[in-house]
T-cell receptor, first 113, second 114 residues
Framework: GQQLNQSPQSMFIQEGEDVSMNCTSSSIFNTWLWYKQDPGEGPVLLIA?????ELTSNGRLTAQFGITRKDSFLNISASIPSDVGIYFC?????????????FGKGTLLTVNP | DAGITQSPRHKVTETGTPVTLRCHQTENHRYMYWYRQDPGHGLRLIHYSYGVKDTDKGEVSDGYSVSRSKTEDFLLTLESATSSQTSVYFC?????????????FGEGSRLTVL
């Protein structure tokens, strides 16, 4: 099946540092989404991207939909302890479909106060 | 918060026993999904449903079956549980009217097969 290569697998940073993570694919996606999972909970959507080249911000988070439609990145600025969790990218092949998101394997973020 | 509840939240069972996980939604959404989450694999789709009695397989459907007799309930059944099915299972729903690709997840069901 389709695969998303998400990197890095894990990050250990100091509070206040910026964070960057990305996803790449050999296939084109029409929608890219970034989710965060807090410990013991289900993933929650952070940012959704619908157009190639789109750059979207949500507070300290910024995400971009790659121009080739095969990649996306997520940046977190000035990290804080509550940013700890697993971050997942997800791609959707067709903008008209409501199923079959393909998820990356996740980036585990640890923030040292 | 999206109205999704999963039950049970935790279960320990033995190899060879049947197990059913339940997902209940109060949002009246058409699409429902079952994912499993395992270290090193992220979230993988098991089965999904696009309406009552309408279901289809995901990428890791072997050993699992599903049923959807009502809009609000989506059941995942392991007919004969194996140790490889030890995992955290997440139900998700999506709103077909918004058509954004956004999934709303439940809190997960942790299954241990001994």
């Amino acid at each position: 099946g389709q695969q998303l290569n998400q990197s890095p697998q894990s990050m250990f940073i100091q509070e206040g540092e910026d964070v960057s993570m990305n996803c790449t694919s050999s296939s084109i996606f029409n929608t890219w989404l970034w989710y965060k999972q807090d410990p013991g909970e289900g993933p929650v959507l952070l940012i959704a991207l619908y157009k190639a080249g789109e750059l979207t911000s949500n507070g300290r988070l910024t995400a971009q939909f790659g121009i080739t439609r095969k990649d996306s990145f997520l940046n977190i600025s000035a990290s804080i302890p509550s940013d700890v969790g697993i971050y997942f990218c997800a791609g959707q092949r067709s903008g008209g479909s409501n199923y079959k998101l393909t998820f990356g394997k996740g980036t585990l973020l640890t923030v040292n106060p | 918060d999206a109205g999704i509840t999963q039950s049970p939240r935790h279960k320990v069972t033995e190899t060879g026993t049947p197990v059913t996980l339940r997902c209940h939604q109060t949002e009246n959404h058409r699409y429902m999904y079952w994912y499993r989450q395992d270290p090193g694999h992220g979230l993988r789709l098991i089965h999904y449903s696009y309406g009552v009695k309408d279901t289809d397989k995901g990428e890791v459907s072997d050993g699992y079956s599903v049923s959807r007799s009502k809009t609000e309930d989506f059941l995942l059944t392991l007919e004969s549980a194996t140790s490889s099915q030890t995992s955290v299972y997440f139900c998700a729903i999506s709103d077909e009217r918004r058509n954004t690709g956004e999934l709303f997840f439940g809190e997960g069901s942790r299954l241990t097969v001994l």
